[in-house]
């Protein structure tokens, strides 16, 4: 009777092979992270510039809707926040859009926390409260606007990501970018 030979193959990688698989890894990955850095701040950047122009569409349908005037409020920072508010504060503090405020604003509050790197800078307003008839922005004190107000949100990594939002006196909003990304033009 003869004996049968059994052949053993080895079954798993050789170090060699673990090692090449890592530095190929490792070369996929030195190339990927910077654009997906940049692709986050990016996302990042647009979602706050949504957030901002629903916040203000919200505060514009729902005076016309409930007949009443209505505020946007708006804190800036890289803890910035929107909120919009039924008319029933005082025109001088209407609410406030940080959570925990003694007077948080009752129809939103848009929160965006330190981690989320974007700021807001805007001019020379704190609220903006919205005409029941036509939707007109008004100043907080309910005369007419005189100038655009202008919100600008700008990635902390890269300021060339930067949107501006622009409401006109009339109730007009413009966005665009400082170069054009997602859905928003260049800023001429």
């Known amino acids: 009777m003869r004996a049968?030979?059994?052949?053993?193959?080895?079954?798993g990688?050789?170090?060699?092979?673990?090692?090449?698989?890592?530095?190929?890894?490792?070369?996929?990955?030195?190339?990927?992270?910077?654009?997906f850095t940049q692709m986050m701040a990016k996302k990042n950047t647009v979602s706050g510039a949504e957030a901002v122009l629903s916040a203000i569409n919200l505060a514009r349908s729902e005076a016309i809707r409930s007949n009443r005037n209505s505020y946007l409020v708006v804190e800036s920072g890289t803890v910035?926040?929107?909120?919009?508010?039924?008319?029933?504060?005082?025109?001088s503090s209407p609410c406030s859009c940080q959570p925990g405020a003694s007077t948080v604003c009752d129809l939103l509050n848009y929160t965006v926390a330190e981690g989320k790197n974007t700021s807001l800078t805007k001019?020379?307003?704190?609220?903006?409260?919205?005409?029941?008839?036509?939707?007109?922005?008004?100043?907080?004190?309910?005369?007419?606007?005189t100038s655009n107000q202008v919100m600008t949100l700008t990635s902390q990594r890269d300021s060339q990501m930067a949107i501006t939002i622009t409401l006109n006196p009339v109730?007009?909003?413009?966005?665009?970018?400082k170069t054009a990304m997602a859905g928003y033009p260049a800023c001429p």
Not at 18 to 30: D, E, P, Q, R
Not at 171 to 177: I, N, V
Request: with cysteine.
């Open 171 to 177: 109730g007009r909003l413009k966005s665009c970018a």
């Open 4 to 11: 049968r030979s059994k052949i053993h193959f080895s079954q």
């Open 123 to 145: 001019t020379g307003f704190d609220a903006i409260q919205f005409d029941a008839v036509r939707g007109f922005p008004l100043s907080k004190t309910s005369t007419v606007l």
């Open 80 to 91: 910035w926040c929107v909120g919009v508010a039924r008319a029933s504060g005082t025109p």
């Open 13 to 35: 990688f050789t170090l060699i092979e673990a090692m090449v698989v890592v530095v190929i890894l490792g070369i996929l990955l030195s190339i990927a992270l910077p654009s």
